[in-house]
């Protein structure tokens, strides 16, 4: 047997707040994520590159936190699911899931309104062609694209609108 | 859950730094977007002692247009590539097919020395250590057989890096720094026909550059690629094919590299037989033959061979239909 590598000390920025964590090199950024700051938000599906359940952002790009080193994530700035919401209010991907039933299990959801949010960033109202591109690297299983889709339509088309009764109630396009 | 095996991680900000940890530690392994080496790792298919990241060594990202070439840095990432209007004007085909890799998040983290280093792929070795000792393992590791080609002695698992065939038809060159100083190598004889490891790199070594000689004249250039999903899945095929043709529709010169058939991407040979002629339907169908004709797949993919067989002229069409279309 080979000797442990000693536990190296790792600064993560974690929705703003700051962590130092003492953790073995080996440690991806989703289970620092998940077993050393208890934001289990993130989830761990195939653990190996292939489903996009444990998208979180890093300097505003979605990556996959399963094939991330913590260590390799130090100095950068990292948003996970649970710092999607700001001021006790819910980030208008979050808003328009909700709205449009965008869930079944729910297992997807994290990484699939990251994905939506970075996307609005950059494309503040993209085609449902490019909704679909930048949801590709997010599986659900539950094969409920379709509500998906729409709710980034929606949340799109209600990011200007400021209170929740004045917002469309339904996705812009129907099509598959 | 995949847990990984225990190493010791590095840190180098230079080259040569990097090149001085690969040499300290015999068996250490580079890790540059992380997004096949760690998977790779999960499934113990390497547990090396020490792992050498590449992220934090200066001066690998750049791109940069000099002495009549393209040069990119090894650590630019598959989404530049993809993105970048440089790119996409020069070489059309390099970003059809960096934006045909992977998933998003991927094309995010994994770079283009990554890809190029891409370690083999087989549907009996890219599995778990369990699945894999139920099987009773294989030559590419911890075994003696191979279960793709029965009494087999070579490991065929194939070459799956998309950008390696376009770099190869777009007449590459690849730069590699080492204890020695560096070299520099035509993309093509990167590679060699050995599944268990199908480059030429030293344990020492690491790509640091590619060069890409900017076209003179009319370069048509195309990529196709096949695959179960197109949003994810890495590639059953992939053809990539450029020409060069004359003012009066003539073809100069004409290259064909596919990959995902065996352990390396292959340079179609005979194909200056095309020079002087059009790029017309005899000449593609004539084409499509010859491809055929030069390429096997293999059972080391989850899909029928037969169809990965009967595709590729399709695909070559394809290909040549794609490189037409694209303004020169
Ligand atoms: C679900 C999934 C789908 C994928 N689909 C595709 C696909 O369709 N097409 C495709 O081509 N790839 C695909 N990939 C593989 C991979 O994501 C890309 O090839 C990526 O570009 C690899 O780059 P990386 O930086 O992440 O490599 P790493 O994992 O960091 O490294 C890969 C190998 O190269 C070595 N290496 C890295 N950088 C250097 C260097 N500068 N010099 C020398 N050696 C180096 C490493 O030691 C390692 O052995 C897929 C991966 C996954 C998980
Ligand atoms: S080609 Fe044969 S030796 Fe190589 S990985 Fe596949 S089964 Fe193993
Ligand atoms: S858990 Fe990371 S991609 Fe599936
Ligand atoms: S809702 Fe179940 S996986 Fe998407």
């Known amino acids: ?176 | 859950m995949l847990t990984l095996p225990p190493f010791e991680y590095h840190a180098p900000t230079s080259v040569e730094e990097a090149v001085a940890l690969l040499g300290a530690h015999p068996g250490a392994k580079l890790i540059a977007g992380g997004t096949d080496i760690l998977p790779n790792m999960k499934h113990r298919l390497l547990s090396p002692a020490h792992l050498v990241g590449l992220k934090a060594v200066r001066g690998l990202s750049d791109m940069k247009e000099e002495d009549g070439c393209l040069r990119l840095g090894a650590m630019l990432t598959i989404a530049e590539l993809a993105k970048s209007p440089r790119v996409r004007t020069l070489f059309p085909s390099l970003s059809r097919a960096a934006e045909q890799i992977a998933g998003p998040q991927l094309r995010e983290m994994g770079t283009l020395g990554g890809n190029l280093c891409l370690d083999t792929r087989c549907i009996y070795f890219n599995q778990t250590h369990f699945w894999r000792k139920a099987l009773g393992f294989c030559l590419k590791k911890d075994g003696t057989v191979c279960h793709v080609v029965k009494g087999g002695t070579r490991c065929v698992a194939a070459a799956s890096n998309d950008t390696a065939p376009v770099l190869m038809t777009l007449g590459a060159t690849v730069r590699l720094a080492g204890p020695a100083g560096g070299r520099e190598l035509p993309i093509g004889e990167l590679y060699v026909a050995d599944g268990v490891a199908n480059t030429v790199l030293r344990p020492d070594e690491l790509v640091v550059e590619l060069r890409l000689p900017v076209p003179e004249g009319r370069v048509l250039a195309g990529f196709q690629k096949l695959r179960v999903r197109a949003s994810i899945d890495f590639p059953l095929l992939s053809v990539a094919l450029a020409a060069k043709v004359e003012a009066d529709g003539r073809v100069d010169w004409l290259r064909l590299a596919v990959t995902a058939l065996g352990a390396r991407p292959h340079s179609l040979g005979g194909l200056e037989r095309f020079a002087g002629r059009r790029l017309d339907e005899p000449l593609i169908a004539e084409l499509g033959r010859l491809a055929q004709k030069q390429c096997h797949p293999l059972g080391n993919i989850d899909v029928e061979p037969q169809w990965r067989r009967q595709m590729l002229p399709v695909l070559v069409r394809r290909a040549l239909a794609e490189a037409l279309t694209v303004p020169a």
Do not use: W
């Open chain 1, 1 to 176: 047997m080979r000797e442990r590598p000693a536990k190296v000390v790792v600064r993560l920025e974690v929705n703003g707040d700051r962590h130092q964590l003492a953790v073995e090199p080996r440690t991806t950024l989703l289970e620092a994520l998940r077993y050393e700051l208890g934001l289990t938000g993130s989830k761990q599906g195939c653990d190996k590159g292939d489903c996009g359940a444990c998208t979180v952002l890093v300097d505003g790009r979605p990556v996959l936190s399963c094939l991330t080193l913590a260590i390799e994530a130090e100095g950068r700035r990292i948003t996970t699911i649970e710092g999607l919401a700001k001021g006790g209010k819910v980030h208008p991907v979050q808003d328009a899931f909700d709205l449009s039933g965008a869930l079944q299990c729910g297992f997807c959801q994290p990484g699939m309104m990251l994905s939506a949010a970075a996307l609005l960033e950059r494309t503040p109202k993209p085609t449902r062609r490019e909704i679909k591109e930048a949801l590709s690297g997010n599986l659900c299983r539950c094969t409920g694209y379709k509500q998906i889709i729409d709710a980034v339509e929606l949340a799109s088309a209600q990011r200007a609108l400021p209170e929740r009764d004045e917002r469309p109630t339904t996705g812009a396009s129907r099509e598959g």
